[in-house]
C-alpha cells in the first residue's frame, strides 16, 4: 500500500512538471471564423507563428522579435503572464471606399508578455495579421525589428524590386520566385502567385516607424526577411529638378519612438483565387478608426493638366499655365457636373508656394470656379510644403483651394511616414483634400484621416509621356492584384490617343496609351481612386459625346464590388454597384479573349445596359469602339469580346 501510494505520488509529480514544460513551450491557435485559415504561435527560445488555410501549410514556424537601443529584444525567451482569445463579428462603414459595408471579423489572440509588451495576433477569413504592442513609460528607441516569412515551399511571386530605400514606386513588377530573388529589395505588397493559393504580404497602422521592405539573404530558400530604413541624419536635394530631398547618411536605428504604443501591422492576404486579392479591405479594416470630422469631404472626379500638356485644340489663345487655359478647363469642369480641376507643376514658384508665377491668378481662378461650383486643387513639391506648411495652408485656405497634391517624397523612413500624417492632419484640420504622388503604398492612413483621398505609390499612365517601355497592358493589370490591395490608386486613366503594340511611342506631348480606348475606360471601374483623374485634354473628350457622357456619371466610390473573373496579368472584370446601378469594367494583356459574364449578382428586374466595347477592328486601330445598348436581367448572360490590349466598360441602370 505504502509502496502504491508513493508511485500515484511520483505519477502526479511528473504529470505537473510535464504540464509546467508544455506551457513553458504552449503553443495557441486561433481559427479564422469560417476555420479555413489557422494560425499557430509557439514559445520557445522566440516567439513564433505558423499559417495553415484547409490544411496546407503555407508559413512554416517564422520568429518575430523587436530590439531597443537598451539591449533588450522583445520576444526572446518569451514568457507569457496572460493570454487571451476573444472573436469579434462588427461591422464598418466607410466614408468611402469599394464597399459602403465592410465585415470586420476576426479571432483575436493577445499574449501579455513579461517584460512590459505584448503580442497581438488576428486570424481573419481573408488573411491574418500581427503586431506588437509596448508599455513602457518612457521614450524607447528601435535598434532593428525581426521579420520573417519561411514559406513551406517555393512560389512564384510578383515583385516591386527596388534599388534602395528612396524610391518613387513606380517599377514594373517583377516575375520571378521566392529563391530567384537573391538579394534583391522588395517594397510592399509583394504577392506569391502560387497554383493553390495567393498571399499579399503587406503592413497596416504604419505611423511614427519606417515602412518595411522584404529581400531573401539566408541560405533557407524560401525565407524573406524584413529590411527597414534607419532614421535619416543628413538630406539634400537632388532628383529631377531638385524635388526630392535625398538621404545621404542614416542612424543605427529605426525609430525613437513613444514607449507606449502599438507598432504596424505585420499582414498576409490570403486567397485562394486571384479574385481575392482584387477585392479585399483588409489594410483598410486594422487601420485605426477615422479621427475627424467627415461632413465636408466629397469624392470625385478632377480634370488635369500636366499629362496632356495643356494641349488644347480650336481655341482662340495660345494654351499653356495661364488664366485663359484654366478659365477653359473650369468650363469644362462645370459643364459636365466634375468638381475639381487640378492647377499641377507650374502654377507657383516651385520653391516657394506663397508665389504664384505671374500668368497665374489663383484667387481670380478660385472665385471664376466657386461661380461655376468648381473646385481648385493644387500641386506641390513635397520639402517646399514641409517648409512652408503653415503659412502655405493657411494661404491655401484664404484663397478658397479645396485640396492639396503633394509630390516626390520617395521616402518612407521614420521622418516621411511622420510626414504623410502630419499632412493629412493639418489639412484636415483646414478642410483640405490630399492626394500623395511619389509616396510609398498605402497603410491605412486614409481610415484614419479620409481627407487623404488618393496615393500614387505606382508606375501609372504619366510614364507613357517619358518612358521608352510606357505602360504595358500586362502591368495594367498588375497592379490591380499588387499594388491596388494596399488602397486607393492614383493612376490617371482616360487617354484618348490609344494605340496598338506596334505603333505605340513614347511622346510627352499628344501622348497616347498603350491598348484600346475601351480599355482606358475600363480602368474607371477596375481601379479604385475616391479622386478619379481624367488625364486627358477637355476637348479631346469633347469630340466624343458619348464617352463624355460616361465619364461624367461613373462613380469613384462604390457600395459593393463583385470580381466576376480574374488572372493575374492576364485578365481582370470586376463588377461594382452604386445604389441600384452596376458597374462592369474588363481588361485583358495583349492577347485577344472572350470572356462570359454572368449577371446573376443583379438584383430582379431588368436593367438598361449602355455598353462600351471594342470595335470590330480595334487590333489595327486602338482607338475603335462601339456602344451598344441592350436591356439585361440577372438570367442573361454576356458575352464579350476582347481586341488585343483591350476592355470593355459596362453601365447597367435599373429601369
Request: charged fraction near 25%; charge should be negative.
Amino acid at each position: 500500500m505504502k509502496n502504491r501510494l508513493i508511485c500515484f505520488v511520483v505519477f502526479i509529480l511528473a504529470c505537473f512538471l510535464f504540464e509546467q514544460r508544455v506551457n513553458a513551450q504552449d503553443v495557441y491557435t486561433i481559427e479564422s471564423p469560417d476555420q479555413q485559415i489557422s494560425l499557430s504561435v509557439k514559445l520557445t527560445d522566440k516567439v513564433y507563428y505558423q499559417v495553415e488555410i484547409k490544411g496546407k501549410n503555407i508559413l512554416n514556424y517564422s520568429p518575430m522579435s523587436m530590439t531597443l537601443s537598451n539591449g533588450n529584444t522583445l520576444g526572446l525567451n518569451p514568457e507569457v503572464e496572460k493570454a487571451a482569445i476573444t472573436k469579434v463579428d462588427k461591422e464598418i462603414n466607410p466614408l468611402w471606399g469599394i464597399t459602403s459595408k465592410i465585415a470586420d471579423r476576426y479571432s483575436e489572440l493577445n499574449l501579455k508578455m513579461k517584460g512590459n509588451y505584448s503580442l497581438v495576433f488576428r486570424a481573419y477569413d481573408d488573411g491574418v495579421a500581427y503586431r506588437f504592442v509596448t508599455n513602457f513609460n518612457k521614450e524607447i528607441i528601435i535598434k532593428d525589428e525581426e521579420v520573417l516569412y519561411r514559406f513551406a515551399e517555393d512560389q512564384p511571386v510578383l515583385a516591386h524590386v527596388v534599388e534602395h530605400f528612396q524610391t518613387s514606386f513606380e517599377k514594373f513588377f517583377t516575375r520571378t520566385s521566392i529563391q530567384g530573388l537573391d538579394s534583391t529589395m522588395v517594397s510592399l505588397p509583394l504577392v506569391t502567385n502560387g497554383k493553390d493559393y495567393k498571399v499579399a504580404i503587406t503592413e497596416s497602422d504604419l505611423y511614427d516607424y519606417p515602412g518595411m521592405y522584404l529581400t531573401r539573404k539566408s541560405e533557407i530558400k524560401q525565407k524573406l526577411e524584413g529590411v527597414f530604413p534607419r532614421v535619416a541624419t543628413k538630406t539634400e536635394f537632388a532628383g529631377f529638378a531638385l524635388f526630392n530631398d535625398k538621404v545621404v547618411e542614416r542612424n543605427d536605428y529605426l525609430a525613437k519612438t513613444k514607449g507606449t504604443r502599438t507598432f504596424p501591422w505585420r499582414v498576409l492576404i490570403i486567397s485562394e483565387d486571384a479574385k481575392g486579392l482584387a477585392n479585399n479591405n483588409l489594410v483598410y479594416t486594422l487601420a485605426r478608426p477615422t479621427a475627424i470630422e467627415t461632413d465636408w469631404i466629397k469624392p470625385g472626379k478632377v480634370v488635369w493638366d500636366w499629362w496632356n500638356d495643356w494641349n488644347l485644340q480650336g481655341v482662340d489663345f495660345e494654351s499653356g499655365v495661364n488664366n485663359k487655359t484654366y478659365e477653359y478647363y473650369i468650363d469644362f469642369a462645370a459643364k459636365n457636373n466634375i468638381p475639381y480641376v487640378i492647377l499641377d507643376e507650374g502654377w507657383s514658384y516651385q520653391f516657394d508656394l506663397l508665389l504664384s508665377v505671374n500668368e497665374i491668378d489663383v484667387p481670380h481662378l478660385v472665385s471664376y470656379a466657386k461661380e461655376r461650383n468648381v473646385k481648385l486643387i493644387l500641386w506641390c513639391v513635397w520639402h517646399t510644403l514641409d517648409r512652408q506648411m503653415t503659412q502655405a495652408l493657411d494661404l491655401f485656405v484664404k484663397w478658397g483651394i479645396a485640396g492639396i497634391k503633394v509630390d516626390f517624397i520617395d521616402r518612407d523612413d521614420q521622418y516621411a511616414v511622420n510626414y504623410y500624417e502630419r499632412v493629412a492632419k493639418e489639412a484636415a484640420k483646414r478642410k483640405l483634400l490630399v492626394d500623395f504622388h511619389g509616396c510609398s503604398k498605402p497603410t491605412g492612413l486614409h481610415r484614419m484621416y479620409p481627407n487623404l483621398i488618393n496615393f500614387e505609390g505606382v508606375r501609372g499612365n504619366e510614364w507613357n509621356k517619358f518612358d521608352k517601355d510606357g505602360i504595358p497592358p500586362r502591368h495594367s493589370l498588375d497592379i490591380i492584384f499588387t499594388r491596388m490591395i494596399a488602397g486607393p490608386m492614383d493612376y490617371t486613366p482616360g487617354a484618348m490617343n490609344n494605340s496598338i503594340k506596334a505603333e505605340w511611342v513614347t511622346k510627352n506631348s499628344n501622348t497616347s496609351s498603350q491598348g484600346t480606348r475601351a480599355r482606358e475606360l475600363a480602368m474607371y471601374i477596375t481601379y479604385f481612386a475616391p479622386l478619379q483623374m481624367l488625364c486627358d485634354a477637355p476637348t479631346q473628350y469633347e469630340k466624343y459625346p458619348d464617352i463624355l457622357e460616361y465619364l461624367k456619371e461613373v462613380p469613384v466610390t462604390w457600395d459593393e464590388t463583385v470580381v466576376l473573373d480574374a488572372e493575374i496579368g492576364q485578365k481582370a472584370v470586376i463588377a461594382r454597384r452604386k445604389g441600384d446601378d452596376w458597374y462592369i469594367g474588363a481588361m485583358t494583356d495583349w492577347n485577344a479573349r472572350e470572356v462570359e459574364l454572368k449577371l446573376d449578382f443583379l438584383s430582379d428586374g431588368t436593367y438598361e445596359a449602355t455598353m462600351f466595347l471594342d470595335g470590330v477592328n480595334a487590333n489595327k486601330n486602338a482607338e475603335d469602339y462601339q456602344v451598344i445598348k441592350k436591356s439585361l436581367n440577372k438570367e442573361d448572360q454576356l458575352k464579350v469580346s476582347l481586341k488585343q490590349g483591350g476592355g470593355a466598360a459596362i453601365v447597367l441602370k435599373k429601369k
